[in-house]
């Protein structure tokens, strides 16, 4: 009878523990969590001045369903699946994001330049944009942890000694994100960029209990919603 009590009361905590863990941190703010999510790789490129693409915010495959119902759930905005192309064998693999109102919102962190030489398939120039890392430094803390836990989302994990982020050709967020973490007092570890085809940015950093928390549920939370959604997962 006693034993039955104590394991009782042990899976009482244990609900309690992850249910606790389940619903930390679901106040982030959708705007810097959305911020967060994206990698920059070789800078925030947006061909302004195609009104077709002025929603366009992120795509992703969909072997990272999980990502895209996490963002979904986050966001309110819902992916849409790329359709088939003759020139894209694998275009509907994919699914991209697009909100003009977000899409304005996530634009405004960003210093962007004309690329004279890059153009989309209608002629329109593209513009590489930069983060405007203060933007992120300056901002409230919620906002600062909203956008560490939307990072960490798409590219972060959890190790044996710690948490990590990698990055790839994405110097000015990689060196943003050193910053951030600095002022929300996690300890750095390690801070590495290997040269290659792309240079990997790496950060390997130890996070306050509270950080810790917000983490922890992401990876939960992006686990739970890819294990809802085998069908996409398996669909040709």
Known sequence: MYQQMYMKKVFT??????????????????????????????????PKNNPKQ???????HQQRIG?????E??????????????DCRNCHEFFILKSFCLAREINSF????????????LGFAFFNGQLECDKVLNATHK??????????????EK????????LYNSPKRY?????????????????EVKKGIPVSFVIEFEPTDEIIKILDNEILKEQTLTNSQPDILTEN
């Open 13 to 46: 905590i244990l609900l309690l523990s992850i249910l606790g863990l389940w619903t930390f941190g679901q106040e982030l703010d959708r705007t810097f969590y959305l911020l967060g999510s994206l990698e920059d790789y070789m800078g925030r490129h947006y």
């Open 54 to 60: 002025w929603g366009y915010i992120l795509i992703l």
């Open 67 to 71: 990502e895209i119902k996490r963002i």
């Open 159 to 166: 190790t044996e000694k710690g948490y990590r982020l990698s």
């Open 110 to 121: 960003y210093n962007f330049t004309k690329m004279k030489e890059w153009k989309d398939l």
């Open 73 to 86: 759930e986050i966001t309110g905005s819902k992916f849409s699946r790329m359709k088939k192309r003759k």
């Open 175 to 191: 060196e943003c994100l050193i910053k951030l973490l600095e002022s929300l007092n996690c300890k750095i570890n390690t801070k």
């Open 143 to 156: 906002h600062q942890i909203s956008f560490l836990a939307g990072q960490f989302l798409t590219a972060g």
